[in-house]
Nanobody
Framework: QVQLVESGGGLVQPGGSLRLSCTASGDTLQNYAVGWFRQAPGKEREGVAC?????????YIESVKGRFTVSRDNTKNTVVYLQMDSLKPEDTAVYSCAAGKVLSFSDGEYPNWGQGTQVTVSS
């Protein structure tokens, strides 16, 4: 079973950027679909981006298209990134990565989860 750890969260001003990393141990990520999810206080968890295990196709929810980029580190098959640019206060949330065999924005499709990292966008 793969274990996941997120890193790279923090406090950033509106318009700024952060890059989150999802690092795996116990297995590589090349055979897993990976999703990035976020949960803001008082809100349900939502999937924001995901990347295919087959051809690394990427998918985003509308609110982050053009601002977030999910990618695999092909030299280290144990890392998936979420580059977040032009951040807005409404992006503030705990961000988690998840790995599974099915590419989806549904958290129920992912059996393996990291603990999450806080992203706060504020001036």
């Amino acid at each position: 079973q793969v274990q996941l750890v997120e890193s790279g969260g923090g406090l950033v001003q509106p318009g700024g950027s952060l890059r989150l990393s999802c690092t795996a141990s116990g297995d590589t990520l090349q055979n897993y679909a990976v999703g990035w999810f976020r949960q803001a206080p008082g809100k349900e968890r939502e999937g924001v981006a995901c990347i295919s295990s087959i051809d690394s196709s990427t998918y985003y929810i509308e609110s982050v298209k053009g601002r977030f980029t999910v990618s695999r580190d092909n030299t280290k098959n144990t890392v998936v990134y979420l580059q977040m640019d032009s951040l807005k206060p409404e992006d503030t949330a705990v961000y988690s990565c998840a790995a599974g065999k099915v590419l989806s924005f549904s958290d129920g499709e992912y059996p393996n989860w990291g603990q999450g990292t806080q992203v706060t966008v504020s001036s």
